[in-house]
Nanobody, 124 residues
């Protein structure tokens, strides 16, 4: 079983950047797809980005529009989400998740390991 812990959230001004980290422990997650999701108050959890187990493939939600980059360092059992040009509507709790297989996954149901989330607040 893999466990994950997110970090790197915080308060940032509009137009600013943050880099979220997802540290995995337990069974290695090198062969498993990873995803980032977010949930704003009153909203359902939504897909942000996903990366394949070997890091060779990525997929993003339309609202990312080239502002975010998902990556991973399998040697360090860590995933990342670089977020640039942040907007107030990006404010949410961001969750890291590890999938059951190596491929890209956009659905919540495809993931069985979730972190506790890290708060991202974009405000002036």
């Amino acid at each position: 079983q893999v466990q994950v812990v997110e970090s790197g959230g915080g308060l940032v001004q509009p137009g600013g950047s943050l880099r979220l980290s997802c540290a995995a422990s337990g069974r290695t997650f090198a062969g498993l797809g990873m995803g980032w999701f977010r949930q704003a108050p009153g909203n359902e959890r939504e897909f942000v980005a996903t990366i394949s187990g070997n890091g060779g493939l990525t997929s993003y939600a339309d609202f990312v529009a080239g502002r975010f980059t998902i990556s991973r360092d399998n040697a360090e059992n860590t995933g990342f989400l670089q977020m640039n040009s942040l907007k107030p509507e990006d404010t949410a709790v961001y969750y890291c998740a590890v999938g059951r297989g190596p491929g890209l996954r956009r659905a919540n149901s495809a993931y069985d390991t979730w972190g506790q989330g890290t708060q991202v607040t974009v405000s002036s």
